[in-house]
Structure formats: structure tokens, C-alpha cells
């Protein structure tokens, strides 16, 4: 990836991080989401074929996703928004793991990671569903489809340091949505969501197109 672009997606990062407890309505929600656009123009632009289309459709459910979410905040509807946006990046994580799981190798070290994505999604089931009361199926659901992700990024034949830290950084940045949501508020809780969520996406976008490449 070019460097230049490299330091624009983190630069549009580091605004909204900056400014998200003073952004709101459809301003917020669109620099939330423009981070996550510029990485889906660049596919648009690398990718050819099922890889482009893929990734444009998870790129633009994730999108969505942050829409929804950023909508979700202060909303009388809160609650229909805040599954809404779940829905969105349901469908991004089944998209990209799709995508993952058509195109796997194999290797002893993918298995490794393969156990260690299952028993790591496992660990965040059993921790955070107890405490989802009325919502525990469709998070039951998402973690599931992010389970599934994980595991494919884990055999995908892509670079596999660059895409599984990706899907593991997801992982982690959904695990702190639900830690705060469910369980406990904690500081700092919508810095550590996003910063780990727009890495997340960009190390994928990375290690898909240098899979890309390879191919």
C-alpha cells in the first residue's frame, strides 16, 4: 500500500478518535465511516474479480455498520439502531469470511492459529453472552460469524502475520463493544473501540492485497 495513502486512512483515523465525543448527527457519522470508504475505493481500485467484489461488500457492510452505530448513541431508538448496526457488520464478517474460507492453504502454523482463534472466540462467548439478557441470540449469532472470520484468516492464502492480526484486532474491537455494552463501562472506551477497529480493517485491506499480489 502506498505509503501517502497510509498516512491519509490513519490521518481521517486520528480525526474522528480526536473529535467523536464532539461530533454527532449525519457529520459525525460520515468522517466516522470515511476512513472505512477510503479503504474500500482502494480495493475498488487493486482488486479484480471476486476479491474486489468481496471486499467492497464487506467493506461497505462495515461502513454501514458505523453509520448505524454512531446513529445508536442518544437515540430514543437506540436499542433497534444498535442491532441494526450489529446486522451491518454481521453480514461484513460472513462476506470477508467467505472470502477467506473459498481461498485457504494450509500448514502446520495456520492450524496453531486456527486453535487459538477457536479457543479465543470460545473464551469471549462464555464471558460476554451470559450478560447480553434479551439481545444473547444475535450476539450469539455475531460472534459466530466473527469466530468464522478469524478462523478463515487463519487459512487464508494471504499473508497470514498481516491478515490474522487484522481479524484478530476485529475480534478485540468487538470484544470491547460488548465488555462495555454488557458488562462494564470502562475509560477511554471509544478511543480503544476505534483505534483497534481502523487497524483492524486496514491491516485486512493490507493483507488482502498483498495476497493479491502474490496471486
Known sequence: MKHTFTVVYFLLSALYIAFMEQLSGFMGAGIKALPVILLM???SWR???VWRSAMVVALLFSAGGD???SFSHGSRHSSDLFLAGLGSF??????YAGLFWTHRTSGPGRVGLVIFAFVFMSVAGLLVVPYTGDMQAPVMAYILAIGAMLMGAAICDCPVNRLFAGALLFALSDLFIAVNKFIM???WSGIVIMATYYMAQYFIVVGVLAGSDKH
Open 41 to 43: 475505493l482502494l480495493v
Open 67 to 69: 453509520i448505524l452505530l
Open 185 to 187: 463501562p470502562f475509560t
Open 90 to 95: 454481521l453480514m461484513a464478517q460472513l462476506v
Open 47 to 49: 482488486l479484480a474479480g
